[in-house]
């Protein structure tokens, strides 16, 4: 018998409590940020994989969850290629992780939702200037590397 998937509820209880303690830039709790992009997919007419993957989306790349357990989890495959894709590789170019985001069905939404929270002027102001304009030009670079315009967040 197949293993029954895990639901949208048990995938945000996982994140919530894999990234449990963990502050963003400015000091938030960093589950604030994976609510706004689940939030900003399912706002943005996302697919139920889609809002997994924006609960999960950094999931690796932050060390709160294992490639392994990625691998292992009940989840539907596009869930899993969303996520690989979206967790930026140590010393991987932005073109290159830009590229692999473009490839994978599904997970431009999630970026997009991930990058309209992350440039986020209120979200933004709480840095101090120097990190505020290195970010504004990172988040404007991808952006732009992704085809995604201002008008699109």
């Known amino acids: 018998m197949a293993q029954q998937n895990l639901t949208l509820a048990?995938?945000?209880a996982i994140a919530r409590e894999a990234h449990t303690g963990q502050k963003d830039k400015s000091g938030r709790p960093y589950t604030e940020h994976l609510a706004a992009v689940a939030n900003g997919v399912r706002a943005r007419g996302g697919s139920e994989e889609q809002i997994a993957a924006g609960w999960l989306h950094d999931a690796i790349e932050d060390d709160a969850l294992s490639q392994e357990w990625l691998e292992r989890a009940a989840l539907p495959q596009s869930v899993r290629d969303m996520v690989l894709a979206l967790s930026k590789r140590e010393g991987e170019d932005l073109a290159s992780y830009t590229r692999r985001i473009l490839e994978t069905p599904g997970a431009l939404l999630v970026k997009e939702a991930d990058l309209a929270h992350n440039a986020?002027?209120?979200?933004?102001?709480?840095?101090?200037?120097?990190?505020?304009?290195?970010?504004?030009?990172?988040?404007?670079?991808?952006?732009?590397?992704?085809?995604?315009?201002?008008?699109?967040e």
């Open 10 to 12: 048990e995938i945000e």
């Open 120 to 152: 986020n002027p209120a979200r933004l102001a709480a840095l101090d200037e120097a990190t505020r304009a290195r970010l504004t030009e990172k988040y404007a670079k991808t952006r732009a590397l992704l085809g995604l315009t201002e008008g699109q």
